[in-house]
């Protein structure tokens, strides 16, 4: 179907034919003539109706485009709001495994369990895992206080820090840490016990040695938080409480 602009010319050089008949129907027309009035009068009826139904189209087009319009207005403003309001600390989990790799990992624990060891990479360091929106909510109230979900994912980032650099020091050799680590690593190694072989674990004084975290009763509570959402657990001995990853 042409579209209105065409159909817009045709009528208009239609009724200028029309007009020039009419204009020469002061004299009387052959019979042929007027036939040839009425074909022409025909014909832009025709165009008319054609034109009425392009114009319909259009406003049909143009409905469709303003729904349009305003769907996408609606889907940028809720993708707005949910990059003003996303959390900060995003729980993350593994990606699924392919068979290959699950075939090799199943190969890979049978070995470890025949030879008795657990291999662990030299450079891994266990991190807590961030508290999830639906766990938050399942911690008592009395619990929380007035700790928001925020700042409970910011001690789980305190913890990690603290974890992180705290095996940093512990993995070096000696010779290439100065007084400070130094004292610091035999610290480490002294609070070692046989139930924290293979475990990674912070005391206090990790918190206060490699973050601005305060270690007062707020703390305290986030702690109970932390162990209600099972991220650690506590193991005394020596005077000396370790916080374990869970």
Known sequence: MADLEEISQHIHDKISSLQLMLDLSVT???????????????????????????????????????????????T??????????????????????SGSEAGRNQHEAVDHQADGVKKTSRNFVKEMEFITTPEFESIPQY?????????LNAAVQSFNAAVTAKYKILRQPGKTLNNHS??????????????????FFIVEEDIREFTQTKVDKRFQGILNMLRHCQRLRELRGGGVTRYMLS
């Not at 087009?61 to 207005?73: G, I, N, R, V």
């Not at 940028?76 to 699924?96: A, C, F, Q, T, W």
């Open 28 to 74: 009387e027309l052959p019979q042929h003539k007027i036939k040839k009035l009425g074909q022409e009068l025909f014909t832009l009826e025709r165009l008319l109706e054609e034109f009425e139904k392009c114009v319909d189209q259009q406003k049909q087009q143009l409905k469709h485009l303003k729904e349009t319009e305003e769907s996408f207005q609606k």
């Open 182 to 199: 130094r004292k610091l690593q035999q610290r480490f190694k002294d609070q070692e016990t046989k139930e924290t072989r293979g475990q």
């Open 143 to 151: 619990m929380k206080g007035r700790v928001s979900y925020e700042q």
């Open 76 to 97: 940028l403003e809720d993708v707005m709001h949910i990059k003003d309001n996303s959390p900060i600390y995003i729980p993350r989990k593994n990606g699924p495994v």
